[in-house]
């Protein structure tokens, strides 16, 4: 039996990231191609207790206030992830025939995506993230798919921040944001395979607010002339008003820091005040 010989993580996970062990196991049911699968579950619950999910949305979130990026992953994470990646990359080619009947390919390859996301190689992640749906299946945990699903609108929502420092048309960033297949629907689709209470719901909330701001930023900088009021746009703000009111919702044991945090979102956004949430 293959197993997993990265450090155990001190400190206690904040990926909700519940024991898949037994659920794994009877998909899996023991074989050494199962081995690897859980094996990189494992991997990917200790970076969870080395760093907070939030650690996927550090940089863009950063990038939407000005702010300068955050570090990369520690060392310790860093393994963890890069553990995730040998374990899948072990599996041999026969193997996937194997997943695919127990319907586990999908959370492999999703498995894959995030760890290659969180340690900066994306062309990789977009590759692996291409092969979890071609599958056709989804990954086992709620989380995952929540994270595997807004991979692609966080690249999204970095594109529309090159296409204004870019100068690009207006029409180019209302695709990226608010098109069909844009930003602001792909992070809402994210957020459905989550509880309300769920600890990611805050960084999806975030990353939405981040793609509205920066739409919001797109249409002050051009002329008047192209920024009349629609009623896509208007649309737009009152759902953005109902994010951040979501976002005063949460639940919070610092409830200081957390109203600093709405406030902050706020002005950022230019979305006044909102209703009470008491």
């Given at each position: 039996?293959?197993?997993?010989?990265?450090?155990?993580?001190?400190?206690?996970?904040?990926?909700?990231?519940?024991?898949?062990?037994?659920?794994?196991?009877?998909?899996?049911?023991?074989?050494?191609?199962?081995?690897?699968?859980?094996?990189?579950?494992?991997?990917?619950?200790?970076?969870?207790?080395?760093?907070?999910?939030?650690?996927?949305?550090?940089?863009?979130?950063?990038?939407?206030?000005?702010?300068?990026?955050?570090?990369?992953?520690?060392?310790?994470?860093?393994?963890?992830?890069?553990?995730?990646?040998?374990?899948?990359e072990?599996?041999?080619?026969?193997?996937?025939?194997?997943?695919?009947?127990?319907?586990?390919?999908g959370?492999?390859?999703?498995?894959?995506?995030?760890?290659?996301?969180?340690?900066?190689?994306?062309?990789?992640?977009?590759?692996?993230?291409?092969?979890?749906?071609?599958?056709?299946?989804?990954?086992?945990?709620?989380?995952?798919?929540?994270?595997?699903?807004?991979?692609?609108?966080?690249?999204?929502?970095?594109?529309a921040?090159?296409?204004?420092?870019?100068?690009?048309?207006?029409?180019?960033?209302?695709?990226?944001?608010?098109?069909?297949?844009?930003?602001?629907?792909?992070?809402?689709?994210?957020?459905t395979?989550?509880?309300?209470?769920?600890?990611?719901?805050?960084?999806l909330?975030?990353?939405?607010?981040?793609?509205?701001?920066?739409?919001?930023?797109?249409?002050?900088?051009?002329?008047?002339?192209?920024?009349?009021?629609?009623?896509?746009?208007?649309?737009?703000?009152?759902?953005?008003?109902?994010?951040?009111a979501?976002?005063?919702?949460?639940?919070?044991?610092?409830?200081?820091?957390?109203?600093?945090?709405?406030?902050?979102?706020?002005?950022?956004?230019?979305?006044?005040?909102?209703?009470?949430?008491?």
């Open positions: 039996m293959t197993t997993d010989h990265t450090p155990p993580a001190r400190g206690t996970s904040r990926l909700a990231i519940t024991s898949l062990t037994a659920l794994l196991a009877l998909v899996l049911g023991g074989c050494a191609t199962g081995d690897f699968v859980r094996a990189a579950h494992v991997s990917l619950d200790r970076a969870a207790r080395v760093e907070p999910t939030s650690a996927f949305f550090g940089p863009i979130l950063a990038r939407a206030k000005g702010e300068p990026a955050p570090p990369p992953p520690s060392w310790q994470a860093r393994q963890h992830y890069l553990a995730v990646v040998f374990n899948l072990r599996l041999p080619p026969e193997a996937e025939n194997t997943l695919r009947r127990n319907g586990t390919l959370d492999a390859f999703v498995l894959k995506t995030l760890a290659q996301w969180r340690i900066g190689r994306i062309d990789d992640a977009r590759a692996s993230a291409l092969r979890a749906r071609a599958s056709g299946q989804e990954a086992i945990d709620a989380q995952h798919r929540a994270l595997f699903r807004a991979f692609e609108g966080v690249l999204k929502l970095h594109a921040y090159d296409a204004v420092a870019e100068g690009k048309p207006l029409q180019d960033v209302e695709t990226i944001v608010s098109g069909e297949n844009g930003v602001w629907r792909i992070l809402a689709s994210a957020r395979e989550l509880t309300r209470g769920d600890p990611l719901q805050r960084e909330i975030l990353a939405r607010l981040a793609a509205f701001k920066v739409l919001r930023d797109a249409r002050r900088s051009r002329p008047e002339s192209e920024t009349t009021s629609s009623e896509d746009w208007r649309r737009l703000q009152a759902e953005a008003r109902i994010e951040l979501d976002l005063a919702a949460l639940p919070t044991d610092r409830p200081t820091s957390h109203a600093a945090v709405v406030r902050q979102w706020e002005a950022l956004c230019g979305l006044g005040s909102i209703p009470s949430t008491s």
